[in-house]
């Protein structure tokens, strides 16, 4: 069971994590990358690497000869497949041990059997942890399991059985949406995992998502490292993760940590394992399934336990005992990880793909990450960029660290969600500790895309003033022979705008927001990429990065930045042309599906067209009622960003009745 190179089967910030461990015990490595990720970061802090074909998935990350054929080619001798892609495919774990290569993870059978949410439950209910009543039984007849559902009652949960990310899962809280339910569930579940196979159940009422993390070694040793508190999520995917839980105490720990070790020895489980549990207000705990692979979370037990898990997972494989025993693993103060995501919060978190300009992470706190400045992040992997985690001596402390971490980090280009999290940081209801899986639901219902401060209107305006200056835009010097001049600046801010007024000074400029009060703007000291200024009387500091003509910018503890640019003739032009019905892409991806055909009668919020792009289905409805005159796109087409995908021409009618609305 020795090995000497390590393969890693994944790509981003966790293979960077596990190389780091690698590489720190002596271990050589390998990475692999797809055409998309040539110059990823994982691929220069490997020893070698290895291209195993294009940027999709399923011809790279997803290509298991590709991946063993690297490994051969490279002498690599073990591999670790990380989270996600092939980390709890069974089949792919087998096919290593039959390449005689040490596969870093469970044994097969238990990736096979812990990969089916219907098997995985009935193995527990055997081994007496406690499961969430529902139906899992094999007959998956579309009737069969509305009858089932009927009869257990709502709200209930419909799960695919296989996967998971919150793909192929509804919540369905009356009989009527329980049919409609199953069909989507299903086709989901079959385009993202290959099966189609559900499971029912009961819905637990606003509930906290709890989850143990176990290890175990081959000669019977089994642990847990106490808990997990993931409650705060959006879709079935978590934002928030901290260790220990706010609602769990000693007594529910061990009962707790009893119920994930026999569920692991229940299937002669070895290497690291996550067992997830719903906990009700009461104290009681359900099983909900275990993941059978290193946690993206699992940064906060390492904080609370000093202990390196992904070191763990190379001392088993490697035949070795558990470091620790049970008794022997104490645990130290509280950490919160958030994950940031390339993705829109005031959109729907829409995924958003473009070119990190500035990424400058705090140094104060841990950031794992698999990005560096000038990276294009891609419409084929999933959008999360990196995960912030901070450590504290109690909860509170951890709080304050982990939010002020946020505020001093950069990340400029495109939007993402640093602002939300620094908000969910902020919320009374996560400072108290009293959050559910109900918490942005509750609290975070319509988000509003938060407006820009004067502070950072005023910056704006004057940074594009002086680079306009720089690229010749802009010839003034700022003085006239009778009097300073006077530049007006349309401001816009997505679809906000502010007309501003600059009149360069000999010690700043003056502004005036909206034809408000003029008032003086001094930058202190500004260099490339951050700047010091003063307005209003108050000092504050902002980096920013300029992408063509466009500014972004963002002001140091606001968490909100956002992009600038001067609204110019040119751009008002293409702006009413895209107002013509057109239905844009707004990401690069592909078509899966297209549901309506030129010339056919359609209604506002319709579906016309689904775009798959970053792990995530994304609807294209229509804008308004009224008739197709276009479909620029088939099943299975590729699409760029902005490119057209179909053409709507609104009827009178609802012309006419949205404009009186």
Known sequence: MAFTKVLIANRGEIACRIMRSAHNMGYRTVAVYSEADDDAPHVQMADQAVCIGPAPVAESYLNVSAILD???????????????????????????????????????????????????????????VPCVPGYSGADQDDGVLVAEGEAMGFPLMVKAASGGGGRGMRLVEAAADLPGAITGARSEAANAFGSGELILEKAVVEPRHVEIQVFADSQGNCVHLGERDCSIQRRHQKVVEEAPSPAVGPELRAAMGAAAVAAALAIDYQGAGTVEFLLGADGSFFFLEMNTRLQVEHPVTEMITGQDLVE???????????????????????????????EDPYADFLPQTGTVVAWRPSPDIRVDTGIVEGQEISPFYDPMVAKVIAHGRDREEARRRL????????????????????????????????????????????????LPSAAARALAAVL???????????????WRSAAPIVVAIDLRFDEEKCTCRITPMATGYQVSLDDDEVKTLELINATDGSVRFRWDDVVSSANYAFEADDLHLDLAGSGHGGRFFEFTPALAAAKEREGDGRL??????????????????????????????????????????????????????????????????????????????
């Open 312 to 342: 763990w997972q190379l001392r088993v494989a490697a035949g070795e005992p558990l470091p620790l025993d049970q008794a022997g693993i104490s645990f130290d103060g509280h950490a919160i990880e958030v994950r940031l995501y390339a």
């Open 403 to 450: 939010l002020r971490g946020l505020e001093d980090t950069t990340l400029l280009g495109l939007p993402n969600n640093r602002g939300f999290l620094i908000d969910v940081l902020r919320h009374d209801g996560f400072a108290d500790g009293s959050a559910t899986t109900a918490f942005i639901g509750e609290h975070f219902p319509d988000l509003t895309r938060p």
């Open 464 to 478: 594009i003033y002086r680079n306009s200056i720089q690229n010749g835009a802009q010839d003034q010097t700022g």
């Open 70 to 128: 690297a490994a051969a080619r490279t002498g690599a001798d073990a591999i670790h497949p990380g989270y996600g892609f092939l980390a709890e495919n069974a089949a792919f774990a087998q096919a290593c041990m039959d390449a005689g290569l040490t596969f870093i993870g469970p044994s097969p059978q238990a990736i096979d059997l812990m990969g089916n949410k219907r098997l995985a439950k009935l193995r527990m209910a055997d081994a007496d």
């Open 584 to 661: 844009i892409a707004p990401m690069a991806g592909r078509i899966v599906s297209v549901g309506a055909q030129p010339g056919e009668e359609v209604v506002k919020g319709q579906t016309l067209v689904i775009l798959e792009a970053m792990k995530m289905e994304h609807e294209i409805k229509a804008p308004a009622d009224g008739v197709v005159t276009e479909i620029g796109v088939k099943m299975g087409d590729q699409v760029k960003p902005r490119q057209m995908l179909a053409m709507v021409t609104a009827t009178s009618t609802s012309t006419d009745a949205e404009a009186a609305a």
